[in-house]
Every structure is written in structure tokens, then in C-alpha cells.
């Protein structure tokens, strides 16, 4: 039976599987938007029970059919990007860094922030409908994540023709690519916990603490999380937010009319 957790707003928690697996729902469908408050909720929800000592994994799944559309586009704009990108990254390091291996479990849309969440996760499952992209560059803005750990991840070739392009891939060129661990059909959830009870529980949690330290201290995606990362986040708020096209871009987005680029 799950212990559920009460308290959150935009996410539903839960320990599952006998209290090894901590279950997290992104509750705000259609688009389970990363809102700052939905951020910092995960964020707690990964604080709280980071030290518990039977913990094997955490899941990460979205309600209502998709993953998450990103973080919200209106948090972009000029007057609140620079908050949005610090809180963002820090969110990110958080799950990139956390003791006991993270799972995302992906169903319809994976977009923007959201992809880059999954960046971040040591395991990527997927269902057949599942579809990943970084939309950003058409709205002339980037992907900080994507654009310094996208390579760490998915290989350079793909990571920088999803920056560049803003093209979605779907889940079976994310498995060729040994980003997706397994395609799941039918009850995606119940297939993923067939592959966990399998392959995860008999095995010690406190070895998987080890292996997931030893495998993320001084790897490529720990080292594009640090200064390179800096160096991204820098660039988005002194030259991206300074032009005009990175502020048209979201403001045609949000106004629903075709941008008026003036390739400055």
C-alpha cells in the first residue's frame, strides 16, 4: 500500500513498493507546468527523504497523459527570467546530484524544462506516445541545460539539432539514442514497477547510494552543471534578455501572433 503525503499543491507524493520507491506526481494537468511553486515542491519533496535509508528510487511521472509542457513561458519574460533561470538551475542540480538514483517516467509531452529535467535523471522510461524537444530557439531564446549537458546525455549530433532546430524526437529515436532505458506499452506505470521489482529491489540501497555518488562525481553531465552551466545562464540573462528578438519571442508567443524578428 502507499503512504501518501499531504501538503503540496502542485504535486501528489507517495512511497510505494514498500517504502522504496518515492513516487511524484506533476499534478497540474494538461501541461504539468514547472512553475516556480511546483519547483520548489519537488524540491522539498526530494529534501524530506533524501536520508531514508531503504530508499532505492524516486519517479517522476506527470498526471493527465503528459510529462510537462516546461516551465511556465511567462516566467521568460524579462522582468522575471533572471529569478526563473537561478531557481530553475538550482532545481536541477538538486536531481542531478541526488543520492539515490532518479526515474522519469514520460508519457505524451516532454518539453523545454521539462526535457531538461529529464536530462538531469539517471533513468529514462518511456511510453510509446512520449515525445522530448527544446521548442526555445523559436521563440529566440535557448536552452541553457540542453545546450552545456544535452551532449553528456543524448551525444553531441542530437543534442545540438534539438538546441538548434526546436524539433521534437519521439520515444523510439530517444531509446536508439540510449537516452530511454525501455519503452513501456499499455499500463506504463505498472510496466515500470515490473522493471523496478526486477531489477532494482533486490539489490542494496545502500550500494545503489554508492553507485549513483560514483558514477555522477566528476562526469561530464556533473562537470556541464557547474561553471559551464554558469557561463549559459549568464549569456541568457546579459545578452538573450537584452536583444529584442529574445523578448519578441515570448511576446508573440503569449499574444498568440507570428513574431516580427529583427535579427537583434
Not at 501528489?12 to 517504502?19: A, F, I, K, P, Q
Not at 526530494?46 to 510537462?68: C, I, K, P, T
Amino acid at each position: 500500500m502507499a503512504e501518501q503525503a499531504s501538503g503540496y499543491n502542485t504535486i501528489e507524493t507517495s512511497l510505494v513498493d514498500g517504502g522504496t520507491v518515492l513516487r511524484i506526481l506533476l499534478n497540474r494537468p494538461k501541461g504539468n507546468i514547472l512553475s516556480g511553486e511546483m519547483m520548489g515542491e519537488i524540491g522539498a519533496a526530494l529534501a524530506a527523504h533524501q536520508d531514508e535509508r531503504h530508499l532505492r528510487l524516486v519517479l517522476l511521472r506527470g498526471a493527465g497523459g503528459n510529462f510537462s509542457f516546461g516551465a511556465s513561458v511567462e516566467e521568460h519574460r524579462r522582468d522575471r527570467a533572471p529569478a526563473m533561470l537561478q531557481g530553475f538551475h538550482r532545481f536541477i542540480r538538486q536531481v542531478a546530484s541526488y543520492p539515490v538514483p532518479v526515474a522519469a517516467l514520460v508519457e505524451g509531452r516532454c518539453l523545454g524544462g521539462a526535457f531538461e529535467l529529464t536530462l538531469a535523471c539517471h533513468l529514462v522510461f518511456a511510453g510509446p506516445d512520449a515525445r522530448f524537444g527544446c521548442p526555445e530557439i523559436k521563440l529566440a531564446v535557448f536552452p541553457p541545460v540542453l545546450a552545456v549537458a544535452g551532449a553528456a546525455r543524448l551525444g553531441g549530433a542530437l543534442a545540438e539539432h534539438l538546441l538548434l532546430t526546436g524539433d521534437e524526437i519521439d520515444a523510439a529515436t530517444a531509446e536508439r539514442a540510449h537516452f530511454v532505458a525501455a519503452i513501456f506499452e499499455g499500463d506504463v506505470e505498472e510496466a515500470f514497477h515490473t522493471w523496478y521489482r526486477a531489477r532494482l529491489l533486490p539489490l542494496s540501497a545502500c550500494a545503489l547510494r554508492h553507485a549513483v555518488r560514483a558514477a555522477r562525481s566528476g562526469s561530464p553531465l556533473a562537470a556541464a552543471l557547474g561553471e559551464p552551466l554558469d557561463a549559459a545562464e549568464r549569456l541568457y540573462v546579459d545578452r538573450v534578455l537584452a536583444s529584442h528578438d529574445g523578448n519578441e519571442g515570448i511576446e508573440a508567443f503569449l499574444a498568440r501572433r507570428p513574431p516580427a524578428w529583427r535579427d537583434e
